[in-house]
């Protein structure tokens, strides 16, 4: 299994400051099949026991709309802006809990950033006509023949 791990003992001494720019391959969640890896690019920066990280993730997956059903694609840029406390103290299960044993899980942090901004329904457009709650035709392509004039059930 390919991980990408980030070794943060990189960060002592002198060295503060690491820039990243790699791909992190994610599995799908959330609705969306990510058929192209992440791009990231991130400045991690630790002082003490605080690690921080800024940057930006570039999807582009295939999302299926909760209204019609319908396949459509999803191209967006996350802003990544995270603080994780380390050392001793620091909550494993915590907000930090991709930091373990100096090493950045960058796969899952990135996993959460993108699950944490995407919508609690996906829609392949804000306008979705959804299908018929009669004979389940996507009202997106038409009227249907079944008589029902409602739009489709949207929940």
Same mark, same amino acid.
């Given at each position: 299994?390919?991980?990408?791990?980030?070794?943060?003992?990189?960060?002592?001494?002198?060295?503060?400051?690491?820039?990243?720019?790699?791909?992190?391959?994610?599995?799908?969640?959330?609705?969306?099949?990510?058929?192209?890896?992440?791009?990231?690019?991130?400045?991690?920066?630790?002082?003490?026991?605080?690690?921080?990280?800024?940057?930006? #993730?570039?999807?582009? =997956?295939?999302?299926?709309? %909760?209204?019609?059903? /319908? !396949?459509?694609?999803?191209?967006?840029?996350?802003?990544?802006?995270?603080?994780?406390?380390?050392?001793?103290?620091?909550?494993?299960?915590?907000?930090?809990?991709?930091?373990?044993?100096?090493?950045?899980?960058?796969?899952?942090?990135?996993?959460?950033?993108?699950?944490?901004?995407?919508?609690?329904?996906?829609?392949?457009?804000?306008?979705? #006509?959804?299908?018929? =709650?009669?004979?389940?035709? %996507?009202?997106?392509? /038409? !009227?249907?023949?079944?008589?029902?004039?409602?739009?489709?059930?949207?929940?």
């Amino acid at each position: 299994m390919l991980t990408n791990e980030i070794d943060l003992s990189l960060l002592s001494g002198a060295q503060k400051r690491l820039e990243i720019a790699e791909t992190v391959v994610l599995p799908p969640f959330g609705g969306l099949d990510f058929a192209e890896p992440v791009s990231v690019a991130l400045v991690i920066e630790r002082s003490a026991e605080t690690i921080m990280i800024v940057g930006t #993730a570039q999807i582009e =997956a295939q999302g299926v709309c %909760n209204r019609c059903l /319908g !396949t459509f694609a999803v191209s967006s840029v996350y802003d990544v802006e995270e603080s994780f406390t380390t050392g001793p103290d620091a909550d494993p299960f915590g907000e930090g809990n991709v930091v373990q044993n100096d090493r950045l899980d960058l796969s899952d942090l990135i996993r959460q950033v993108v699950d944490a901004a995407l919508p609690l329904v996906l829609l392949c457009n804000e306008d979705c #006509a959804g299908l018929c =709650a009669t004979c389940g035709k %996507n009202l997106n392509e /038409g !009227t249907c023949e079944c008589g029902d004039r409602t739009k489709g059930d949207h929940g």
